[in-house]
């Protein structure tokens, strides 16, 4: 199982960035697959969650509205689409998957058993 994030970048507040977690070894769509994001001196945080099987999502109430996940299969890739960014978005962000028979979605990252290298998301104010 292997997962790898990509596309973060400096961005201006307003600006948008799309995050891409590509995996391998293992189905996608039969595990959720969430986004977390941790500041620097702050606790790692679930930021929005995919579910397998059906794809329903689950969003943190700071990114509703702003922030859209998103799922291809044949890539086998997971998106994490951010507009209207503002400063408080900067952090590392990570993708990960949940672990054996783990297809519901959660913001919690006890949950998950697979993460990604983070890529860095910065918000110039």
């Known amino acids: 199982v292997q997962l790898q994030a990509s596309g973060g970048g400096l961005v201006q507040t307003g600006g948008s960035l799309r995050l891409s977690c590509e995996t391998s070894g293992f189905t996608l769509d039969s595990y959720a697959i969430g986004w977390f994001r941790q500041a620097p001196g702050k606790e790692r945080e679930g930021v929005s969650c995919?579910?397998?099987?059906?794809?329903?999502?689950l969003y943190t109430d700071s990114v509703k509205g702003r922030f859209t996940i998103a799922r291809d299969n044949a890539k086998n890739t997971v998106y994490l689409q951010m507009d209207n960014l503002k400063p408080e978005d900067t952090a590392v962000y990570y993708c990960?998957?949940?672990?054996?028979?783990?297809?519901?979605?959660?913001?919690?990252?006890?949950?998950?058993?697979?993460w990604g290298q983070g890529t860095q998301v910065t918000v110039s104010s």
């Open positions: 995919i579910r397998g099987r059906d794809g329903s999502t």
């Open positions: 990960a998957r949940r672990g054996p028979s783990g297809f519901g979605c959660s913001l919690g990252r006890n949950v998950y058993a697979y």
